[in-house]
């Protein structure tokens, strides 16, 4: 998955009526996946700009947090790295591994600017970083990739898991939150200061926690890119049955079991909600591709073409979400950490999420692409490419 599509793998606008997709024209796929993804990331972030704990919640804000934790939490990110991983096997494939390691080099960079600047959560910089191990796999199989991506996942999870059940030996702790802790009072350029002395060791301990994991989500994307699967989704109707059929059909029990696993308060909880939250996901995700990829083999997507404008200016959009909720929320801005509960903050995401679709479409008709993606591109390309 990338943040910002690499160069000459994004479709053109579509417009009228949705068509099937032909063996000669590129797929909206990517990126109505890649839209749709990154408006289920701000409904999950959201928890941690408003700075409310799910295991609080009660009342229509605990339905809404059990929605999230059902269909969205852990499906969302997983399959923007799935994504991420597309993205970067196409670029590999097309102009060799010294063009992929500008790019990552060029998103590491913004990725640093974004979680010292903006937000302590950024997640462009730890994919740039653990994406580097795509360049190991420029000559691999589809079966070697998803075999790697299989070995890798299974052993992230069955140490999670462990790890999860070693709690429950011990006393019942309070549960972890994870959120910022952001005091009354709190200028900009304290958090500034302290998201600077924090993102190094940060980025160093989610890299080697989340590593595998992350890198098995990229392993599975580029085998995606290899085969086609995305691009000429016609040609994979009957994979595309069995990720629906299975991946729904595991995920959405374990996307139930999470949600009642994150209203329990005790670190034994927190710590076995994140193998459930994660290999639910991604079952969900396998899932959502297939249905969706069923839909744009057929020519119906429908309103969910509108999603594509969003997806091909997915970075600027990722980092404009941030601005956004952290102006609101943080105390150097609108100081509404900690006041809203998981309802008004849904909602707000939602709002924000759907907005910039019609705003995506026109940053694509009156520039091209958007001013983040036209940054990375210049950079990575030069002048020339740039400027497209």
Same mark, same amino acid.
Do not use: C, K
């Given at each position: 998955?990338?943040?910002?599509?690499?160069?000459?793998?994004?479709?053109?606008?579509?417009?009228?009526?949705?068509?099937?997709?032909?063996?000669?024209?590129?797929?909206?796929?990517?990126?109505?996946?890649?839209?749709?993804?990154?408006?289920?990331?701000?409904?999950?972030?959201?928890?941690?700009?408003?700075?409310?704990?799910?295991?609080?919640?009660?009342?229509?804000?605990?339905?809404?947090?059990?929605?999230?934790?059902?269909?969205?939490?852990?499906?969302?990110?997983?399959?923007?790295?799935?994504?991420?991983?597309?993205?970067?096997?196409?670029?590999?494939?097309?102009?060799?591994?010294?063009?992929?390691?500008?790019?990552?080099?060029?998103?590491?960079?913004?990725?640093?600017?974004?979680?010292?600047?903006?937000?302590?959560?950024?997640?462009?910089?730890?994919?740039? #970083?653990?994406? +580097?191990? $795509? =360049?190991?796999? &420029?000559?691999?199989? !589809? /079966?070697? %990739?998803?075999?790697?991506?299989?070995? *890798?996942?299974?052993?992230?999870?069955?140490?999670?898991?462990?790890?999860?059940?070693?709690?429950?030996?011990?006393?019942?702790?309070?549960?972890?939150?994870?959120?910022?802790?952001?005091?009354?009072?709190?200028?900009?350029?304290?958090?500034?200061?302290?998201?600077?002395?924090?993102?190094?060791p940060a980025l160093i301990n989610g890299s080697v926690y989340?590593?595998?994991? #992350?890198?098995? +989500?990229? $392993? =599975?994307?580029? &085998?995606?890119?290899? !085969? /086609?699967? %995305?691009?000429?989704?016609?040609?994979? *109707?009957?994979?595309?049955?069995?990720?629906?059929?299975?991946?729904?059909?595991?995920?959405?029990?374990?996307?139930?079991?999470?949600?009642?696993?994150?209203?329990?308060?005790?670190?034994?909880?927190?710590?076995?909600?994140?193998?459930?939250?994660?290999?639910?996901?991604?079952?969900?995700?396998?899932?959502?591709?297939?249905?969706?990829?069923?839909?744009?083999?057929?020519?119906?997507?429908?309103? $969910?073409?509108?999603? &594509?404008?969003?997806?091909?200016?997915?970075?600027?959009?990722?980092i404009a979400q941030s601005l956004i909720m952290t102006t609101?929320?943080?105390?150097?801005?609108?100081?509404?950490?900690?006041?809203?509960?998981?309802?008004?903050?849904?909602?707000?995401?939602?709002?924000?999420?759907?907005?910039?679709?019609?705003?995506?479409?026109?940053?694509?008709?009156?520039?091209?692409?958007?001013?983040?993606?036209?940054?990375?591109?210049?950079?990575?390309?030069?002048?020339?490419?740039?400027?497209?």
């Open positions: 998955m990338t943040l910002a599509p690499p160069p000459d793998t994004t479709p053109a606008p579509e417009s009228g009526p949705p068509r099937p997709v032909g063996g000669g024209e590129r797929s909206a796929l990517p990126d109505v996946l890649r839209g749709l993804a990154l408006l289920g990331i701000l409904i999950v972030n959201v928890q941690n700009f408003a700075g409310f704990r799910e295991w609080e919640q009660r009342g229509v804000d605990g339905a809404v947090q059990t929605l999230t934790d059902m269909f969205v939490n852990g499906r969302a990110i997983s399959l923007f790295a799935m994504l991420f991983g597309w993205g970067a096997a196409g670029l590999l494939a097309r102009h060799g591994s010294g063009r992929l390691l500008r790019r990552l080099v060029v998103l590491f960079a913004i990725g640093t600017a974004h979680a010292v600047l903006v937000w302590t959560g950024d997640i462009i910089s730890n994919y740039a #970083l653990l994406s +580097l191990a $795509l =360049l190991l796999t &420029a000559r691999a199989t !589809t /079966g070697t %990739l998803v075999a790697l991506a299989g070995g *890798l996942g299974a052993w992230w999870l069955l140490t999670t898991v462990l790890e999860g059940l070693g709690a429950l030996a011990r006393d019942p702790r309070p549960r972890f939150s994870g959120l910022p802790i952001l005091p009354p009072g709190t200028t900009y350029g304290d958090a500034v200061a302290e998201r600077a002395a924090d993102f190094l989340n590593g595998p994991w #992350l890198i098995a +989500l990229f $392993l =599975l994307g580029a &085998a995606a890119q290899r !085969t /086609g699967l %995305l691009t000429r989704p016609q040609e994979h *109707l009957p994979l595309l049955r069995r990720l629906a059929v299975f991946g729904l059909g595991i995920g959405l029990p374990l996307g139930i079991l999470l949600a009642w696993m994150n209203t329990q308060g005790t670190l034994s909880a927190g710590l076995l909600s994140i193998p459930v939250r994660m290999g639910g996901g991604l079952a969900s995700a396998l899932g959502y591709v297939g249905v969706l990829g069923l839909l744009a083999a057929g020519g119906r997507l429908g309103v $969910l073409i509108a999603f &594509a404008a969003s997806g091909r200016v997915a970075m600027s959009n990722y609101l929320f943080y105390p150097y801005g609108g100081a509404q950490y900690g006041e809203w509960g998981a309802a008004p903050a849904v909602l707000l995401a939602l709002a924000v999420g759907l907005a910039q679709l019609p705003l995506s479409a026109w940053v694509l008709r009156r520039f091209g692409s958007g001013p983040l993606e036209r940054l990375t591109r210049w950079l990575v390309y030069g002048p020339a490419r740039g400027v497209r």
